[in-house]
């Protein structure tokens, strides 16, 4: 089971959200999957490669570890992963 931040980082590299624009993850009680995931708005081709990304992560990694976190945003203003503690 990978971290809320590893599997972030892995969305926001493969899109690459124009700067000002952020990506987040945030604990969630959902049967089966115990994330929701959100993003600023985008063009059409990085929102189109946000939402396949996403699709291929909730299928690979369908369970996160929230360890001492209940949310991540990965900001593009300097390209950083920003972590909440619970």
């Not at 493969?14 to 000002?20: A, E, L, S, T, Y």
């Not at 996160?64 to 503690?85: K, M, N, P, Y």
């Amino acid at each position: 089971m990978r971290t809320a931040s590893a599997i972030l980082n892995e969305l926001a590299v493969h899109v690459r959200p124009p700067r000002g624009r952020e990506i987040y993850l945030k604990l969630s009680e959902q049967p089966g999957r115990n994330r929701t995931a959100g993003c600023s708005n985008m063009e059409t081709q990085k929102s189109d490669r946000y939402t396949v990304k996403l699709v291929e992560l909730l299928k690979t990694d369908p369970i996160v570890d929230w360890t001492g976190q209940h949310r991540v945003i990965w900001s593009s203003e300097d390209d950083s992963l920003l972590a909440f503690l619970a």
